[in-house]
């Protein structure tokens, strides 16, 4: 069953993107300590590859998708998103988004959170923190009868408050046994446009949130979103379904470490 060409699942997938989901999550949950300066993004990967490669029946959603190699994107500073996993090397004080998506029985899991290699910057700090909050934001306002715009105009309320920006050239979807599905989940927007959430739709929440501008730009790699004034750029994802009172969060951390992902001070 559909609305608005939007998949409404069953009771019984809800278990499916659990497992997917907690899958993803536990990935996340173990790479702290790979992050540090001299790392390189690339090492990062090889690591959560083999992570699933050592899981039975665990595959990358990413690898082969469209064309990409990875099992990562890894987006670092003014990276957006869709960065490429590569050979050069974190810096004290940067900031990076790891985004991981698994396929477990057919469900897929997609979430992503922020890291710091070595010492976290006052600014970059409260960009984290925002950029965090703004997606609490966006899944406390998930509920039967709100809107998509709901979501967006919470999240873009909140952030520009905050004096920074949200990206509007990529966004949340919808997903369940597919990767990209309708709806986009935009993170901005006006209340009470959009398709009405219901029951049993799966979908993520993934804000981008910048210091600067929101413009952003695809560099010739044709992956890569960079923030055009070079501002630093952050994201959080979970992959979450609708129930008849609120979301249930598939891509929980099951260490609690969602945020932050680095001792704080
Ligand atoms: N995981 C990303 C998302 O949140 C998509 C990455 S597609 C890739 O939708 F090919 F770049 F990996
Ligand atoms: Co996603
Ligand atoms: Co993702």
């Given at each position: 069953m559909t609305r608005d060409g939007i998949r409404i699942h069953e009771e019984a997938d809800f278990a499916g993107m659990h497992k997917a989901g907690r899958v993803a999550a536990?990935?996340?949950?173990?790479?702290?300590?790979?992050?540090?300066?001299?790392?390189?993004?690339?090492?990062?990967?090889?690591?959560?590859?083999?992570?699933?490669?050592?899981?039975?029946g665990v595959?990358?959603a990413?690898?082969?998708?469209?064309?990409?190699?990875?099992?990562?994107?890894?987006?670092?500073?003014?990276?957006?998103?869709?960065?490429?996993?590569?050979?050069?090397?974190?810096?004290?004080?940067?900031?990076?988004?790891?985004?991981?998506t698994v396929i477990v029985d057919g469900w897929y899991g997609d979430t992503?959170?922020?890291?710091?290699?070595?010492?976290?910057?006052?600014?970059?700090?409260?960009?984290?923190?925002?950029?965090?909050?703004?997606?609490?934001?966006?899944?406390?306002?998930v509920?039967p009868?709100?809107?998509?715009?709901?979501?967006?105009?919470?999240?873009?309320?909140?952030?520009?408050?905050?004096?920074?920006?949200?990206?509007?050239?990529?966004?949340g979807h919808g997903l369940g046994q597919v990767f990209h599905a309708p709806p986009?989940v935009?993170?901005?927007?006006?209340?009470?446009?959009?398709?009405?959430l219901e029951e049993g739709m799966f979908f993520t929440i993934?804000?981008?949130?910048?210091?600067?501008?929101?413009?952003?730009?695809?560099?010739?790699?044709?992956?890569?979103?960079?923030?055009?004034?070079?501002?630093?750029?952050?994201?959080?994802?979970h992959s979450l379904g609708v129930t008849a009172d609120g979301c249930d969060i598939f891509t929980l951390?099951?260490?609690?470490?969602?945020?932050?992902?680095?001792?704080?001070?």
């Open positions: 536990e990935i996340l949950d173990a790479l702290p300590e790979f992050v540090f300066p001299g790392q390189t993004t690339g090492e990062i990967d090889r690591k959560i590859t083999e992570m699933i490669d050592a899981r039975p595959v990358s990413t690898i082969g998708y469209k064309g990409y190699q990875h099992a990562s994107c890894i987006s670092v500073n003014h990276v957006v998103c869709h960065g490429i996993p590569g050979d050069k090397k974190l810096k004290d004080g940067d900031i990076l988004n790891v985004d991981v992503s959170r922020m890291y710091v290699a070595g010492k976290l910057s006052r600014k970059s700090e409260r960009l984290l923190q925002v950029t965090h909050d703004a997606l609490m934001i966006g899944l406390e306002t509920k009868g709100k809107t998509f715009g709901d979501i967006g105009h919470a999240i873009q309320t909140y952030v520009e408050a905050q004096r920074m920006s949200v990206v509007r050239d990529f966004c986009n935009l993170h901005y927007g006006r209340p009470g446009t959009g398709a009405v993934e804000p981008m949130v910048n210091l600067g501008r929101p413009d952003t730009k695809v560099l010739a790699d044709d992956w890569t979103a960079v923030t055009r004034d070079k501002s630093l750029s952050a994201q959080y994802e951390s099951p260490a609690g470490l969602f945020h932050p992902t680095y001792t704080p001070e």
